[in-house]
């Protein structure tokens, strides 16, 4: 993934170039509808970048979590509440809990019982 992403900021930095080496005289030329279709293009590659890269850079964070981390304890899925308070369910050992997170404190909000398909089914929240 790092080198398509090089890859394509090389590229990126060669545009420059190419749009320097284009004649002056075939801009003036050109109907506006052309240019206009130019402008929207440029924008909707420079669009797509910022794209890749968010998705990138959040896959990575992702990874920098331990959300794929092997091990007794696993992120199964964290959930953002606004301003500095997070939600995150994780399972270790098979036990599922549900912690709250600020940035002052950590608290355990429940333990839920076992996946469904396994053990006895039970899917209420014991506190």
Do not use: K, N
């Not at 509808?33 to 590659?45: F, K, P």
């Not at 098979?94 to 996946?115: F, H, N």
Request: glycine share 14%; proline share 6%; hydrophobic share 50%.
């Amino acid at each position: 993934m790092a080198v398509r992403l090089g890859a394509a900021l090389a590229g990126l930095t060669m545009l420059p170039a190419v749009a320097l080496a284009q004649d002056d005289a075939g801009v003036a030329g050109r109907s506006p509808w052309a240019l206009l279709g130019q402008a929207l293009l440029s924008l909707a590659v420079v669009v797509a970048v910022i794209y890749l890269v968010y998705f990138g850079l959040r896959r990575l964070s992702d990874r920098g979590l331990g959300m794929e981390a092997e091990g007794p304890m696993r992120v199964v899925q964290a959930r953002h509440l606004g301003g500095d308070r997070w939600l995150y369910l994780v399972e270790i050992d098979g036990r599922r809990l549900v912690i709250g997170a600020t940035s002052a404190q950590l608290s355990r909000i429940a333990e839920l019982g076992p996946m469904p398909g396994e053990g006895d089914g039970r899917r209420e929240p014991t506190p």
